[in-house]
């Protein structure tokens, strides 16, 4: 119920990600890519085609300025598009601006441009730090996608070429969420720290809480299950699949942190309902 493409910031193309799911006998598969619909490419058709069932979605990149920390949301089944059109506009704008404004840094350390970079970007547009990471790998400055040299430029601490992303708050997304008619989860609670926000969440209108996924403590996992247990919400789970351009040190393949059919025939009750 959650993995990346080419789309936004995976490595494989969308075909790829299907023809995988299926391999590995997946019941069902969500693409949920950052801030873009995963429908604008008819992922559910290419799965027919393909006999895999797909789930369109989206990762929704937002932030708790209360709290001080980043907060990411699935929206899965968006009926009516254009009630976040303009919330997908401002977080692909804002992530764009930040992106060149890296590039412009990197630039003045290796003769990398902004052409280099579009060559690993798809059709989709998206461009962040890990396709200005593989214009240095293609250039020969680094054989790594997260070795020291991306830790060099783009360590959100340390970093000398990073720039924050201006992020929509977290509870201003939720009104155009809650508009699309859509299923809303919150992602990995463990990551960022943003369990801190699971509770504001829940009473602005989430439906699920991700629950099984490779970031998730066992602490933070008994807390989840108590919230979805008290609040009536599904427990989903996916392995945020990023292909190598996973920021994580032990990869988790695809199909590695799944939901269960019986969540998947509530999710599929609930979407119906929702208008």
Request: hydrophobic share 35%; with cysteine.
């Amino acid at each position: 119920m959650h993995c990346h493409t080419t789309r936004s910031d995976g490595s494989d193309s969308p075909e790829y990600v299907i023809r995988f799911a299926k391999q590995l006998g997946l019941s069902a598969l969500a693409i949920t890519d950052h801030d873009s619909y995963a429908g604008d490419y008819d992922a559910e058709g290419l799965g027919r085609s393909l006999g895999m069932r797909v789930i369109n979605g989206v990762e929704c990149s937002t932030y708790d300025h209360t709290r001080g920390h980043k907060v990411h949301i699935l929206c899965y089944n968006i009926k009516h598009r254009d009630a976040v059109d303009e919330l997908f506009s401002r977080v692909t704008k804002n992530r764009a601006d930040a992106t060149l404004a890296m590039l412009e840094k990197v630039a003045k350390l290796y003769p990398i441009t902004e052409e280099m970079v579009r060559e690993g970007v798809s059709d989709s547009g998206y461009m962040g730090k890990q396709h200005i990471c593989l214009a240095l790998m293609k250039a020969g400055y680094t054989t790594e996608m997260y070795g020291s040299l991306y830790q060099k430029l783009f360590n959100r601490r340390t970093g000398c070429c990073y720039v924050p992303v201006n992020q929509v708050d977290s509870l201003d997304a939720m009104r155009y969420l809650r508009e699309s008619g859509g299923v809303i989860v919150m992602a990995h609670p463990s990551v960022y720290n943003s369990i801190t926000t699971m509770g504001d969440l829940i009473r602005a209108g989430i439906h699920g809480i991700e629950l099984y996924h490779p970031r998730n403590t066992q602490e933070h996992m008994a807390i989840i299950r108590q919230a979805a247990a008290d609040n009536g919400l599904l427990l989903t789970g996916g392995t945020d699949f990023h292909g190598y351009f996973s920021e994580e040190i032990q990869r988790h393949p695809l199909g590695s942190f799944t939901a269960s059919d019986e969540m998947l025939k509530r999710f599929d009750e609930l979407s119906a309902k929702l208008q």
